[in-house]
């Protein structure tokens, strides 16, 4: 701010105005003046944010809501599960009752989004359409500490507790964390640290800071390759078939929605 530095980052300046953009436009599609909107795009071969929303108006509020805000991710959280189910040993063509309600423990009783009952399924079709239910029996196979354990090998570094309820999303983490963690996916299971700053120079050119990548194989190369073919049905033919319709990239896309609090 005095003048003297200067600070190399990894923001694209085409990429973070269009994140704005695209924030903006949902915040005035939902016309609620309450709401506030964070997105993160990070490059999954290095941990570069190349796009970071952390509010609407740095004037207003200085508060960033990606880096330190902590949110329930909803059925977007699935993912953990099933990477972990996958690195288990479980087929996704395995076929699960997804019916709603479902009494998972004596204490846990499981609705699917809207009450949907809808028999018995695969868990790769069960993602696909977000079954709680399915994952609610997923999840109380495996146990809850593969599932946190899994969380932080892929990005996640909020201390989670071991409610098996968190498969679902009932815990809240930052998104600049879940981004991380969906690009572990993306790289092959390869976990970069999500990094904005690359380096920093003083007013006479010498090097004061200059990031080193740590890269750590979190996932099986397999394991990330599997996980990924079944969040591809999610696009393809489930809640998130939106996406697809928007998008105008010749790629293959994967990924997992996830909603709470009506849907905002």
């Known amino acids: 701010m005095q003048g003297g530095l200067k600070v190399y980052t990894t923001l694209d300046p085409d990429l973070q105005k269009a994140a704005e953009d695209a924030c903006n436009r949902r915040l005035q599609e939902l016309g609620n003046s309450r709401l506030g909107a964070a997105l993160v795009s990070i490059d999954p071969s ?10 609407q ?14 949110r329930q991710m909803g059925s977007s959280f699935k993912m953990y599960t099933l990477v972990a189910a996958i690195d288990s040993g479980m087929n996704p063509d395995i076929v699960l009752n997804c019916n709603s309600p479902l009494q998972v423990t004596p204490t846990w009783r499981v609705r699917n989004f809207g009450g949907y009952s809808y028999g018995n399924m695969t868990l790769r079709r ?6 709680n239910t399915a994952y609610a029996q997923v999840a109380e196979a495996l ?31 930052t ?17 970069h640290d999500p990094v904005a700053i690359t380096k920093i120079e003083d007013r006479n050119g010498n090097v004061v800071y200059e990031h080193k990548d740590n890269a750590v194989q979190a996932l099986r190369p397999e394991v990330a ?5 079944v969040l591809k049905g999610v696009i393809s033919s489930g809640t998130g078939t939106y996406a697809r319709s928007l998008s105008t990239f010749n790629q293959p896309i994967a990924g997992k929605t996830g909603t709470s609090d009506n849907a905002e």
């Open 46 to 55: 290095n941990g570069y944010i190349k796009a970071m929303v952390g509010g």
């Open 57 to 70: 108006d740095y004037s207003k509020s200085q508060y960033n809501l990606a880096t330190t805000t902590y």
């Open 126 to 131: 069960a993602t696909a359409v977000s079954s």
């Open 143 to 173: 146990g809850i500490e593969k599932i946190l354990n899994t969380c932080y090998a892929m990005g996640i570094r909020t201390n989670l507790s071991p409610y098996l309820s968190t498969t679902l999303g009932s815990q809240g983490v």
């Open 175 to 191: 998104a600049v964390e879940h981004c991380t963690a969906f690009a572990t996916l993306a790289s092959g299971g390869v976990r």
């Open 225 to 229: 390759q599997a996980t990924t073919e």
